[in-house]
């Protein structure tokens, strides 16, 4: 399903952590069964400023090869495009791709690999993450991310200081609390957590979907002098991401409608 | 408008932060309305050496596309340009495009990039900001930056360290006070502050205007001592911009007047 | 070998350091004989997107030449192959090749130099390593690392904070020995640790072998709240590995079946 | 003027900051007239390797143009050049252009951009600053810097720590002078910093002048444990770069000597 | 001459500084007669993956002439060779020349400049060094490095932190014993240690000599809990270069012997 309508509540903001991890009675290779646990894969594109110079027809074709791999997973499966058109320099265009199964992720991305366009873009971000069950909430994990249709997607890749985790689980979760109060007042902005403890460079995947980049601002500036906020090692780079079809993205590439793109109502 | 006369006053320095963010009382989705509020984005644009290489009449074109995609956009909201050329080894050229809507910077992104110039140039740096009203002033956010008439605009993001931020207000306006009075010496230098939080890399964007690079300088050494300076986390890379019209901006690409450029009194 | 069943327990997690190497009786220029320790080179390669524009039998006849040096060294060495297409955006391909004796892998890489493929490739990163006999444990240096037959590999080098060395022996057992309890838990999760102290930039190479990221992921995230986690100063890039046979690796590079990859067993 | 015989003292070191900046009696927009001071820019240029390739007659063009421009630029201006081949990896040639008006430098490097060479060549590194009259002396500022005639030039960026700038003036003051003697005791070392404050990364550009680098070595070493040198929070890259006319330059990028270069006394 | 047996023995390990650069009775310039200084070149070269694919004829002529410029040098000049494939990714040669004049070393790189092979070469890494009298040694300044017969040297910049140079000087010499007495131990290890103070990035390049990676690995392994350690601020890159003539290391970037290479027993 690409950007379907089913919602996603504001529980919490960044869940960060292992509370209770040490405390849980785990003594052997029991794994909890997470059936509805998903890889979330962020892909960043930049196309060579060369392609730009390419034959118009080229150019659609490479696009149109683009388009009907993204199409092709995204029969049964989870694909969201965003642009970063006019909000980025380094990079142009962003896919999600979700799967329980991270062969299907794999997969897709050598298919992708063989489309016309992905021959003149190199891959500057790239950000491998999965859903979890959050140490702030009673809610399961989620078995997709990025599910509604705000206009904008805000990214941000983030890791803890070493110290947060030495804290008591008590002590996290009151610190935590005070951060997800401020979000709460902020019910039109959406956040998506996913993890990526030993598996990417980050710890955590942190996507903020709302339709007003100024109330985000404001949100993401309350929440500066939160006690929370003073164990971030590292929050950057952030991507401003403008939500769109796959064919609307990457007609934004060079601004002319691809072939068969713009009539694609399943892709947007 | 482009470069217009608009005068803007010296209010303050480098206004960071969040006073009183905390006791605001706003218990909901409250948004307060910023019909003033607008986007200002920062493209750095540096061009590769082959572009150098060609023909004098495809370059004249090239620079007549990027040209005519700037017009156009200048016919009713703001668009600045600046040549880094001699000040900056990494960027040739800056626009700065303001609009109260971020789909305008998007779209106006995506047919420059269709201009002949922008096939052959990257853009090693990007900044997308919005104003905001600021917490140390009694002023509403401003509806445009950068409206001077000043020869330069020294620019550059700006991060504060987190430990900022646990200040209470009252300590942190104590602190600017002393900053912002050193500017006030300094009638002669403009200044411009956005805000990035949550929207891109840095915090803030701050661009000072002014016609005189070492009174500049001198007002940069004397805000060393200041407190406020002790709370800066990143204030680098540092821009020399050299305000022009665009026309001129592209013509310094290479050292050659475009076809219609020099001509062009709309913009600049 | 290539990809050979030989089992290796998870006796530790991350054992790191000197225990015991100041009292170690040791006067003069005795080295102790340690025929079985082995040298572990990770190469990551990045295939140029130019690459993928080569007709399709210059790139089989490419891929064919890299095979062919890769099934030569592997005759009798030990050679693994993984895909990291999907999972990461600036590399491909990782090669593991592995031999007591250094002017092997200097040769091996001579020839694949050589490969089509070579000629269309850069090497982003390299972690060159050896096995050595762990501080934490009676077990000898083993000759060969990576020898499971599990999907993925979880690989990534490793630097202590310098403190950590200021630590009595005791003390630094004491600290490993929780941390490898958590490690015990996930059986089903193998370690391989090689040491790079003075031959490359980081201290050690890491490689966890699983079937089950989200296992590992858990894992990690247990590991944050340990006493050793907070003597770690680098652990990325973490690049999440599929492993697979070395033609295998290659097809995925371009989403075509080589000419007689598919069909060599003896590869993986 | 290009490589004048007019000397310079060697009065201080690393002269750094704004001690008195706060007691200075300054209540408005009064600048202190300062004719003498100029605009010091440093441009580093590294040329393609591909440019080795082309025919000797057009390299010998390319770089005809470039001297051309340089020539014209000295004729009533200061440019000096500096070769680092063989001292460094990452720089060919640098060039210091200066004048009271940073008009001369933009236009320079607009038209230094159109010469062949250029055209070819990238630009690693850029250091805008001016002369300043220091805190430490009773001199006015430099109207020119680098005018020795020593074979050498060790050219670095400096940032302080911002600690040093919250020490009061009279302790900056104590701290700089045990600093300046151990200076003195090299005579035949020149020094020549500038100043970069808000018009660019560093906050000084700082550059010795010698004959012998091994003495220049020793006085950095004997640099070290003073009491200055805890404060340094910047003060790399350091190019070693060997003096010489801009035409001698020029044909250590190619070893061949351009038509008319060897022959120009006037540039060396 | 290209490594000559004249042995070099293992008196230190890393002397770093300026033990009693205070107490030295010197007053004015006089400098301390250093004959026997030399510099030490450290030049590291990458291949593009582009030159590979050149024609046989015309590597074999590019790295011929490489060769021949060498051959030049080395006649009355020391010059050694290394080669990094299978141990770097980022570097594939590496020269060593030395010089007590830096003018033979920059007109070295000239000549070495128009060779083919540099042509289509990059330099990513460059270490410009001399030798000098060590505080911690009665020995003088050695007037060669690198002399020994070893298969491998081990290479990396070095920086002390700051604070190391606070210490008195005895106490830096109190520290720097135990150090030694580590390497004492390791008879079969030679050192060479150089210095940039103020002539490049480093403070020192360091690099050890030895038959056995794997005993070096042991004695940095020793080396870390020394208290010495502590007060390092860098010391990466660190590079494995495998000792061989410059006519082996140049045949080993395309696995082809070049037409006159292998038959020059002078250069190896």
């Not at 049964?76 to 965003?82: F, K, N, Q, T």
């Not at 859903?131 to 990214?155: G, V, W």
């Not at 996913?194 to 309350?222: A, H, K, M, R, W």
């Not at 929440?223 to 906020?229: D, Q």
Request: proline content about 6%.
């Amino acid at each position: 399903m690409l950007g379907g309508s089913q919602s996603s509540s504001a529980l919490g903001l960044v869940v960060a952590d292992a509370v209770g991890a040490g405390s849980r009675a785990r003594t052997s290779a029991i794994v909890i069964p997470m059936a509805d646990r998903t890889f979330a894969k962020f892909s960043f594109f930049k196309v060579d400023p060369a392609w730009r110079r390419r034959d118009p027809e080229l150019r659609a074709a490479d696009k149109q090869e683009f388009l009907a791999a993204c199409e092709d997973y995204a029969v049964d499966r989870s694909l969201r495009a965003y642009s970063t058109i006019g909000t980025r320099g380094d990079v142009d265009l962003v896919l999600l791709t979700q799967s329980p199964n991270l062969d299907d992720i794999h997969t897709f991305h050598v298919v992708l690999g063989q489309s016309g366009l992905a021959k003149w873009a190199s891959t500057p971000y790239s950000f491998l993450s999965m859903t979890k069950r959050s140490p702030y909430s009673a809610e399961d994990a989620r078995p997709e991310i990025c599910t509604s249709e705000r206009k904008y997607l805000f990214l941000y890749p983030m890791v803890k200081q070493r110290r947060w985790y030495g804290l008591a689980p008590e002590e996290r979760g009151r610190i935590m609390k005070s951060h997800i109060e401020v979000g709460r007042r902020y019910p039109e902005i959406t956040i998506n957590t996913t993890y990526s403890y030993g598996i990417d460079d980050q710890e955590f995947v942190v996507g903020f979907e709302g339709d007003d980049p100024g109330e985000f601002l404001d949100l993401v500036n309350e929440l500066r002098p939160t006690e929370s906020s003073e164990y971030t090692e590292l929050e950057t780079p952030i991507f401003t991401c403008v939500s769109m079809s796959v064919a609307k993205a990457l007609d934004a590439l060079d601004g002319t409608p691809s072939a068969v793109g713009t009539g694609a109502p399943a892709l947007g």
